[in-house]
């Protein structure tokens, strides 16, 4: 019995010592882990976090890109990637599979509407994968496009939501708004090219963070507090931009591509009095939301070309302010000899001897060689340099460039005082006829109004109105513009075709040759850029349109002035009348208009169906929005000059629903989108050919509208 109790106190005693080592054991590495917070080289504090905090992103939003009236050109929206789940492992119930179960007949189906071989999504699906994606053609997906894929009802198809960058009206200002497109590897949106690369730093926006604790369970724990990082949006930048205006300039472009197949064509349309760009467009062009590029530069700023016979409106008026032109004193037209070299008129014989009035009329050459050597190679270049030509305008868009006015010698000289031998951009050409048009004020050209930090409601930066320079008087403005008008209006003039009814139109033609590769300029009809800068009202303008057109396909009987008279008239005419610029009073009311372009009356307040009928025996084609019974607003308004056979939108209150659009052009698209604020996609050009939301289905503000357009619907 001794002997057991001794053996028991020895088993507690070593027991007693083995607990005791534990212990201190314990005790140490608990002290050592207080001490520095880590267990095998790993943080606790990290790991406690990675357990029991749950932390969320804030999606910031990169800023949107306005025009002046706070349209929408370029924006974020919803976009999503498709993609397989082939992991039969996840599938439980056979019945409902959830991976690819058929993999043939889920290619047959689903490669269609990504655009990709049945064949080649096939090889994909049979990938040693849990999960497969389908490369670019499987990202950046509509809305519209994921709604019509989940109808297929493909077991195994998911989709994963992000953002993208949406350009709602296609081909639109591609040039100056450029694009934006998405990283892949670090799934930021970031600018490359045009002013979404340029205002990058401004646009680009830095996602914030909710971080809460939870417990093991993934609930939030009582009493934690959030911790949040506030998303940084991106700022928003309103243009000068009109969205109508410039929807006036793609569709006149368009038609013009469509009849002549020009190699270039670029387009301007300013505020005289503010130098506010309100449009501004080039052909080729491309659709930012696919990206068709093969010309990356902006024209208008970045493309130096010998601007032809409209330099003559500012080789006048610095003449005319030297006080060395006498409109009715006359000169031997036809040719102009200096040295080994002749200079001739367009028509190589010339008409006479005229008066220098006449000789600005007909575009006469020689007349401005004996202006400029009136003025002599000094007083020239430095009225020229007053005009802006051969500096950059400092225009608030990236890759300008400057052109050069050569008058260092006699020969110079002469061909700089009819636009050859010298160059200038679009936009200093622009900026020069501001003076012209704005009682010699002579105002810089701006296409960014505002940006604004809509996170703290602020406006960071915002452009004015600033006046260069003065280069002529109001006296000698007016007297150009008058001499401009008879460019237009006199039996002799050059720019007949581009007379509006209506309204006094000033403006000049211009037809420059094109160095060829060899050095010398190209011969044939239609080697040469046909241009022509207009205004108008004439006594006091309101808005200013450059059109050039660049080596048109003419038939026998065509002249370059057929392609930029209609996209001139399309832009000034639309854009007047929608900036609501009444006609000139002074004409007799007769000469307003003519049987073909008759004045819109109002038909507010009658009954729909009386409405209708009278705008169809008007020539129009009335279309009706809405369940009421008579007419709340109409567009477009009354006293618009509209060609017979053009659609007038009525609104007769209560619920919209959407009308067949089909062989609709873009601008009549644009129209009821204006009118029923919706949001419109583009794809394509032309007519349209394909709608995303059927006839008859109920539209409210905001609805986003897909058009398929389609040429020679």
């Known amino acids: ?50 357990k029991y905090e749950e932390k969320q992103t804030l999606e910031a939003s990169r800023g949107s890109i306005l025009d002046r009236n706070g349209k929408a050109i370029a924006e974020d929206t919803s976009a999503y990637k498709i993609v397989a789940v ?18 043939e ?92 690369k340029s205002l990058d730093s401004h646009l680009q926006e830095k996602d914030g963070a909710i971080q809460y604790e939870k417990d093991h369970y993934g609930w939030k724990l009582p009493g934690s507090e959030d911790k949040i990082t506030p998303p940084d949006n991106g700022k928003n930048v309103y243009l000068t931009l009109d969205q109508k205006i410039q929807a006036f300039m793609e569709d006149a472009m368009n038609e013009a591509v469509k009849e002549y197949n020009p190699k270039k064509v670029m387009a301007v349309a300013a ?10 467009s080039q052909r080729p062009s491309f659709n930012p939301n696919t990206r068709d590029i093969n010309n990356y530069t902006n024209d208008i700023v970045g493309y130096p070309i010998e ?64 202006l400029a050597m009136k003025l002599g190679p000094d007083a020239y270049s430095d009225y020229m340099k007053k005009f802006g030509f051969g ?16 008058s260092d010698s006699k020969i110079s000289l002469a061909t700089a005082s009819f636009g050859q031998g010298s160059t ?16 010699g004020k002579m105002m810089k050209p701006y296409i960014i109004d505002q940006i604004v930090d809509t ?156 409405a209708e009928s009278r705008l169809k025996n008007g020539g129009y084609q009335p279309i009706a929005l809405g369940t009421g019974t008579t007419v709340e607003a109409q567009s477009p308004s009354e006293t618009s000059v509209l060609a017979k056979g053009e659609k007038v939108f009525l609104q007769t209150g209560g619920r919209v629903k959407m009308p067949d659009i089909s062989g609709w052009s873009k601008r009549d698209i644009m129209k009821l989108a204006d009118l029923l604020q919706l949001r419109v996609s583009f794809t394509g050009e032309g007519f349209s050919a394909k709608q995303s939301l059927p006839k008859g289905t109920l539209v409210s503000e905001d609805t986003l509208l897909t058009v398929k357009l389609k040429p020679h619907f």
Request: without cysteine; proline residues 5%; glycine residues 8%.
């Open 424 to 439: 200038a951009t679009v936009i200093e050409q622009i900026q020069a006829a501001t003076a012209i048009a704005n009682d």
């Open 271 to 280: 505020d005289p009095k503010t130098g506010k760009i309100l449009a501004m």
């Open 391 to 406: 500096t950059k305008t400092g225009i608030d868009l990236p890759g300008e460039e400057a052109g050069q006015i050569k």
């Open 86 to 103: 082939l992991d039969d492992e996840l599938t439980t119930n056979p019945k409902k599979p959830q991976h690819v179960a058929d993999k």
């Open 1 to 50: 019995m001794l002997k057991k109790n001794k053996n028991m106190n020895r088993g507690a005693a070593v027991l007693a010592t083995l607990f005791a080592a534990l212990f201190f054991i314990i005790a140490a590495r608990f002290l050592y882990i207080q001490l520095t917070g880590q267990v095998d080289g790993q943080v606790l504090a990290v790991r406690a976090a990675q």
């Open 455 to 610: 996170d703290k409601n602020k406006v960071v930066s915002k452009n004015e109105p600033k006046q260069v320079s003065q280069p002529i008087s109001e006296k000698t403005a007016s007297q150009v513009r008058d001499l401009m008008g008879k460019v237009v209006t006199s039996k002799n003039g050059t720019g007949k075709p581009y007379a509006i009814e209506g309204y006094d139109v000033a403006g000049k033609t211009g037809t420059a040759q094109i160095p060829g590769e060899n050095g010398r300029y190209m011969t044939g009809k239609e080697n040469f850029i046909f241009s022509f800068m207009g205004m108008a009202p004439k006594d006091d303008p309101e808005l200013l349109v450059y059109v050039a057109v660049q080596q048109p396909e003419l038939e026998p009987t065509e002249t370059g002035s057929m392609p930029v008279s209609g996209i001139f008239k399309t832009i000034m005419q639309n854009s007047l009348q929608y900036l609501q610029i009444e006609p000139d009073e002074k004409q007799p009311e007769k000469e307003k208009t003519n049987a073909k372009d008759p004045v819109m009356e109002s038909v507010i307040g009658l009954n729909k169906k009386e």
């Open 105 to 196: 007949e889920t290619a047959e189906k689903l490669a269609p509407l990504l655009g990709i071989e049945p064949s080649k999504m096939l090889v994909i699906l049979k990938k040693d994968a849990k999960q497969v994606e389908f490369g670019a053609e499987g990202r950046n997906l509509s809305q519209t496009k994921k709604l019509e894929i989940e109808k297929l009802k493909l077991p195994g198809i998911a989709f994963v939501k992000s953002q993208k960058r949406f350009y709602s009206n296609g081909v639109f200002a591609s040039h100056v708004i450029g694009y934006a497109q998405k990283n892949e590897d670090t799934g930021a949106i970031n600018g490359m090219l045009g002013l979404e």
């Open 307 to 370: 601007p032809g016979s409209t330099m003559k409106m500012y080789t006048v008026a610095a003449a005319i302010e030297a006080g060395v032109y006498k409109g009715d004193s006359t000169y031997k037209s036809g040719s102009y000899k200096i040295g080994k070299y002749t200079i001739r008129d367009h028509n190589k014989t010339g008409w006479g001897e005229i008066t220098f009035n006449e000789g600005f009329e007909r575009s006469s050459n020689t007349a401005m060689i004996n």
